[in-house]
């Protein structure tokens, strides 16, 4: 599949947010974030007439980012930063036969805790 890397235009950032908690004594510790990739992506929105057609509720949009193909591990326990927001990661899929992209698929938006 051919892919106009121009259109890799958005910044976003790949990151493992351990979430506030209390440490051995008992006291509070701060939520941990640790960026596991920075990369340029595509990014598109699923349409209000394609959830229509998966017969998808409107609560479930979901966003995909295109970006280059990187060794370093994505899984859905990470998130998307991408303008000052954080997507959980629903699912990772390399594009194509060739393995220079693959597309992550986020949930609709929601501020990590």
Same mark, same amino acid.
């Given at each position: 599949?051919? +892919?106009?890397?121009?259109?890799? &235009?958005? /910044?976003?950032q790949? @990151?493992?947010? *351990?979430?506030?908690?209390?440490?051995? /004594?008992?006291?509070?510790?701060? *939520?941990? !974030?640790?960026? !596991?990739? =920075?990369?340029?992506? &595509?990014?598109?929105? $699923?349409s209000?007439?394609?959830? @229509?057609?998966?017969?998808?509720?409107?609560?479930?949009? /979901?966003?995909?980012?295109? +970006? &280059?193909? =990187?060794?370093?591990?994505?899984? $859905? %326990?990470?998130? !998307?930063?991408?303008?000052? %927001?954080?997507?959980?990661? !629903?699912?990772?899929?390399?594009?194509?036969?060739?393995?220079?992209?693959?597309?992550?698929?986020? #949930?609709?938006? #929601?501020?990590?805790?």
């Amino acid at each position: 599949m051919y +892919v106009n890397a121009g259109e890799l &235009r958005h /910044r976003i950032q790949i @990151v493992r947010i *351990k979430p506030a908690g209390r440490d051995a /004594r008992g006291f509070a510790t701060e *939520k941990q !974030v640790t960026v !596991v990739r =920075s990369c340029w992506a &595509r990014v598109s929105w $699923t349409s209000g007439q394609e959830l @229509v057609r998966a017969n998808s509720e409107f609560a479930e949009a /979901r966003q995909r980012f295109l +970006v &280059r193909y =990187s060794p370093a591990e994505i899984s $859905t %326990d990470m998130y !998307v930063r991408y303008n000052n %927001d954080d997507y959980g990661i !629903v699912y990772v899929n390399p594009y194509g036969d060739t393995h220079e992209y693959m597309e992550i698929w986020t #949930k609709t938006s #929601k501020r990590a805790e």
